[in-house]
């Protein structure tokens, strides 16, 4: 019984893990249609800046508070060169972006590897994040509520903004139809890269949260960044509904089957539920009506 | 550039490969030398299947690894298997079995003793899979990035299975091959044959793809590529056309495997998770992904660049990995091979390749 | 309207024709000889005439192990400099040529290829993971050239052509059991990576927990490289094990550890006991969530020696004073000295002398003497259980009585006999 609330929780928490790390990509892909595969790296940039931040602030628990917002700036500026730099030039070839981000990624990762060093660093949990709260029995680790809560956080604060803003109106004319948007006025270049920080910004908040669980190396990224794609694919193209429902299921599904299997096995069932599942919704979870003839 | 298009260019130009190939190289390498080259030439037998599925049909087949290692696994496992028999008989489970404390020979190894059976398997398992799996995604229209991303989490899926799998080796894989169909492997003079296999092997295969390129089928592929919905209006079933294209380039990856396996001597998933399916792909979009000569030459030129500057400069290496990779694609699609054109400041088809991504 | 991809007969006909051409010269080439036959080896080209002799290093500089490996590289860099500052090998100046293996099996082999054939080398030093090793294998036997592999691993083999200088299972695995059932631990968890180190070792695991009277509550296998740790330290928490044993590698172990500290275990209620975790790897994850847990090595940085001390600051000297020493590195910097004192008592570079006389070669090293097994070419070590202490360093708190003479097919355990068929 223990166990299996235990698990119910894990699924929620390991869930939540993946949404942070797909919720950026979620808007980067179902926006513009860029496959992001340095989407990883951003994830250990923000790694990294909660590694410097600590050092040079020292107390473990500020230095998270103010990594957060640092984690955003720094995932969001290296978003907006890669766009500007690259990206720009590839609207339209969505599979060249992927493999032009993937060399991206391979460059960042050997610049953390020589500037950082191979092994992995240590981010320090803050103390109050420390231990576990007995919830239904079960010991449950502070750090993983903690996580939880921000991908609340950032769900809410990326629908606000869709929602609400003059901005996020913009973003969702340009993902409704691009061109009518730009007859309408709405400048698709600004949009493009604005929805780019704001992609690339999640990655380093991410990054910075999962510290907090996980190890900070050059290829901290690559382990969750295939997962995260899954995500995005499962929960259909620039819905963030759809990443949430899919992050959330995957993640239980993965921590079912562990229980009753080995955690490998449980990843060569995701895929196979993935695969089965687009040949009942290829677009995914939730499809996005466009006016566009794509 | 334009004479290698005419039939009689065609010509001149498998038959300068073919002497380079069958005539220069053994003369002028080394033996350590020729079985490297054996093995970039396994490399570029899957790039002539990449470049038939992405550059002429524009699926990024971003998991080309599963049926590489497919066909690397069949032929692993029936070296085993001989080995074994001729060591101790009919019924002796192979060496890395016995070492891992397995007395029973687990029932799907047994066919594996038959050398036509393993030969069909590796022609037959790889294809019939790609139909299936092709059948299934395409038919619901899934494409494009969708794909991409599917074939990419297949490899990975696939190497977590390998290394799962203890009669196959697990995570150090199949290695320590002495025979190969009755020759010995430690014998220069029957790895060279092991090399006139592998070059033999790619010109067929290039052969192959030149005929389908040629034939009402590569026009066919050309335009699902450059407009799906336009070929399906027409009356055609743009699923048939791309499988067609998506189980030959995994037949060429399950041939190169095959021939792998025995050149090198040792298959293991990670010769065959997502990362070496993407550097897969490096060679072809480095080379030109369009053309037929373009994959073969990229795939060698990067094969021989990282045993080249690995040495020398292992950080450096990975950079120019990611930079070749930046480079290549964002400023020339088309890959070396449009440089040619380029210089020539002729169209280089730049619509063509461009719907290609 | 189905379609019908039409190849004109004619040009099925030109590919056949080409096809069949291609065979036809395939054919003409010569074939050699047939199984059964014996093959020469290719005559070594191994040149000791002049003032060096030239030694291959093979680590991974590359990749996902470099973090591990390039160590091991300093360690044996330190070693020749050292030899050769006494006067090198037979009077000889060894020379490294330095080789990658980018983490990458084929790679290895490949590599090893060269070093033996293009550069002529006397020996290659290196390798890491057993994947590398089996696929280096074939190639030193086919060439009849020797391999000198630094790190502990599964067992269960012995080459000719392979001097193994760290620990087999029963210097390290079997001793740290021996620990942990003193100690009185009855029930024991398995936590390990998905490769065949982790599953090897707990084959051997539960076959002594089943002849020691020990339960097996759990066994677990992670991913490589998986950082999701949640689920099994649920079922570790919930075992209620008296101890963990872990046989985890890499980054995997951060995640592990950090969870395992957040649901609130403690090393004293439930030890985890690690056989991959030395002195490079304790900063990664944290002193916070791994003081007090055990480790099972034949050498820690903290051993007292004057051969340790004088190890410890030459390395420090060389590489800086952050740097930390650790078991795999001390095994690599043996296998140079131990091949330098094998070549000295051979009086000869060739692999037939080398192989004829290492039985019974020592060397005095910083974990103490270390003797060369004529029989399988491993080496007698001295085990010894560490904990991991606040300074982030593995302190000794157990070690066996003098060096244990390797046993790589564990021939010497009876209950051991089920687990594998020896050659």
Not at chain 2, 113 to 120: G, Y
């Amino acid at each position: 019984m223990d166990l299996f609330v235990g698990q119910l929780f894990t699924g929620l928490s390991t869930g939540s893990i993946l949404l942070l790390a797909a919720l950026g990509l979620s808007l980067t892909f179902g926006q513009m249609g860029v496959i992001n595969m340095a989407h990883g790296e951003f994830i250990m940039a923000g790694c990294y800046t909660a590694y410097v931040t600590q050092q040079v602030v020292g107390d473990a628990g500020v230095s998270l508070l103010i990594a957060l917002p640092i984690g955003f700036l720094v995932g969001g500026a290296m978003g907006l060169v890669l766009e500007s730099l690259l990206l720009r030039r590839l609207y339209h070839r969505p599979l060249d972006t992927l493999l032009v981000t993937f060399g991206v990624g391979l460059v960042l990762q050997q610049v953390a590897r020589d500037v950082f060093g191979a092994p992995a660093v240590n981010v320090t949990v803050p103390e109050p994040l420390r231990g576990g709260v007995d919830l239904l029995g079960t010991t449950v680790p502070k750090t993983r509520l903690f996580i939880m809560a921000l991908a609340v956080v950032a769900v809410a604060a990326v629908t606000l903004v869709l929602r609400f803003t003059p901005a996020g109106r913009r973003i969702r004319a340009v993902v409704g139809n691009r061109d009518l948007a730009e007859t309408a006025g709405v400048s698709s270049r600004r949009v493009d890269a604005g929805t780019f920080f704001i992609g690339s910004g999640l990655a380093g908040v991410a990054g910075v949260a999962l510290t907090l669980i996980g190890s900070t190396s050059p290829t901290t990224g690559q382990s969750y960044l295939v997962d995260a794609f899954l995500v995005v694919v499962a929960g259909g193209m620039g819905r963030i509904k759809g990443a949430v429902v899919a992050a959330v299921a995957l993640g239980t599904f993965q921590a079912v089957f562990e229980t009753y299997s080995t955690a490998s096995l449980a990843k060569v069932g995701v895929f196979v539920v993935i695969v089965v599942f687009l040949q009942l919704r290829p677009q995914g979870l939730f499809t996005l009506r466009t006016r566009s003839l794509a | 550039m334009k004479f290698f298009s005419t039939r009689a260019g065609t010509w001149t130009g498998f038959a300068a490969a073919a002497l380079v190939l069958f005539g220069l190289a053994p003369l002028v390498l080394s033996g350590f030398r020729l079985g490297l080259l054996a093995q970039f030439l396994c490399y570029a037998i899957v790039a002539v299947g990449i470049g038939l599925a992405w550059g002429r049909g524009g699926m990024l087949t971003l998991g080309q690894g599963v049926f590489f290692g497919m066909g690397a696994y069949l032929m692993a496992m029936h070296l085993k298997m001989a080995d074994a028999e001729f060591r101790g008989g009919p019924g002796a489970v192979p060496d890395f079995m016995e070492l891992a404390g397995i007395r029973e020979l687990p029932g799907y190894w047994v066919p594996f003793t038959s050398p036509v059976f393993t030969i069909a398997a590796i022609l037959l398992l790889p294809t019939g899979f790609a139909v299936l799996l092709g059948f299934a995604v395409f038919k619901r229209r899934v494409k494009g990035a969708y794909f991409a991303i599917l074939s990419q989490a297949l490899a990975g899926a696939f190497a977590i299975l390998l290394i799962g799998q203890q009669t196959l080796g697990g995570f150090n894989g199949l290695s320590r091959f002495r025979y190969f169909f009755g020759f010995n492997l430690a014998d220069p003079v029957n790895q060279q044959m092991l090399y006139f296999i592998a070059a033999g092997a790619l010109l067929v295969v290039m052969a192959v793809a030149l005929q389908l390129r040629r034939s009402r089928y590569g026009e066919l592929l050309v335009a699902v590529r450059d407009g799906e919905e336009r070929v399906r209006f027409l009356g055609y079933d743009a699923a048939n056309i791309k499988v067609v294209a998506y189980a030959a380039a995994a037949l060429f990856a399950s041939i190169a495997g095959a021939i792998f396996v025995p050149v090198v001597g040792i298959i293991s998933p990670a010769s065959i998770g997502i990362i070496p399916s993407i550097m897969f792909i490096l060679g072809v979009a480095i080379g030109g992904r369009a053309s037929l000569a373009g994959p073969v030459i990229g795939a060698l030129a990067v094969a021989w660049a990282q045993t080249a500057l690995s040495e020398q400069f292992p950080s450096a290496w990975t950079y120019a990995q990611g930079l070749l990779f930046i480079a290549v694609i964002a400023l020339l699609p088309g890959g070396i091979a449009s440089v040619g054109a380029l210089a020539r400041r002729l169209p280089s088809k730049p619509t063509a390749v461009e719907a290609a991504a | 309207m189905p379609l019908r991809p039409k190849l004109e007969a004619r040009d099925i006909a030109r590919t056949l024709a080409a096809t069949a051409a291609i065979t036809g010269l395939i054919a003409t080439a010569a074939c050699g000889s047939r199984a059964g036959e014996e093959t020469v080896a290719a005559e070594s080209c191994v040149d000791t005439s002049g003032d060096t002799v030239k030694v291959g290093a093979l680590n991974s500089l590359s990749g996902t192990m470099s973090i591990s490996e390039t160590t091991v590289r300093d360690a044996i860099y330190l070693a020749v400099a050292e030899i050769n500052a006494a006067g090198g090998v037979q009077g000889k100046e060894i020379e490294i040529v330095a080789e990658d293996g980018a983490s990458e099996p084929t790679v290895f082999a490949e590599k090893a290829e060269k070093l033996i054939r293009e550069d002529c080398v006397a020996a290659v030093f290196g390798g890491w993971t057993s994947a590398s090793r089996k696929a280096m294998l074939p190639v030193f036997e086919d060439n009849d050239s020797l391999l000198y592999y630094p790190v502990q691993y599964e067992g269960l083999e012995a080459s000719p052509n392979i001097f193994y200088t760290g620990a087999t299972t029963n210097q390290q695995i079997i001793p740290a059991l021996d620990y942990l059932a003193e100690t009185g631990v009855e029930s024991l968890y398995l936590v390990g990576s998905d490769y065949v180190f982790p599953r090897t070792a707990n084959a051997i695991i539960n076959a002594y927990a089943a002849d020691h009277g020990i339960e097996v509550l759990g066994e677990d296998y992670a991913q490589l490289g998986s950082v999701e740790f949640s689920t099994i330290v649920n079922q570790v928490s919930a075992s209620g094990a008296d101890a963990v044993f872990n046989t985890l590698n890499g980054d995997s172990n951060v995640a592990f550890f950090r969870e395992y500290a957040n649901v609130g275990l403690t090393p004293e209620e439930m030890p985890v006991m690690s056989v991959s975790i030395a002195e490079e790897e304790v900063g990664g994850i944290g002193i916070e969530n791994i003081e007090g847990q055990l480790a099972a090595w034949n050498y820690y940085q903290t051993v007292e020696s004057p051969e340790n001390a004088a190890f410890v600051e030459a390395f420090k000297t060389e590489y800086g004073d952050e740097r930390v020493t650790s078991d795999p590195m001390e095994a690599a910097y043996n296998s140079v000295y131990l091949w330098a004192a094998t070549v000295e008592k051979a009086g000869s570079f060739a692999v037939a002398d080398i192989q004829a006389n290492a039985d019974g070669v020592s060397f005095a090293s910083p974990e103490g003497t270390v003797v060369i097994n004529g029989d399988n070419h491993h080496v007698a070590k001295t085990a010894r259980i560490g904990e991991i202490r606040s300074d982030g360093l593995l302190y000794t708190v157990w070690e066996s009585d003098g060096p244990i003479e390797p046993d790589p097919f564990l021939e010497g355990y009876d209950w051991a006999a089920e687990l594998t068929v020896t050659e």
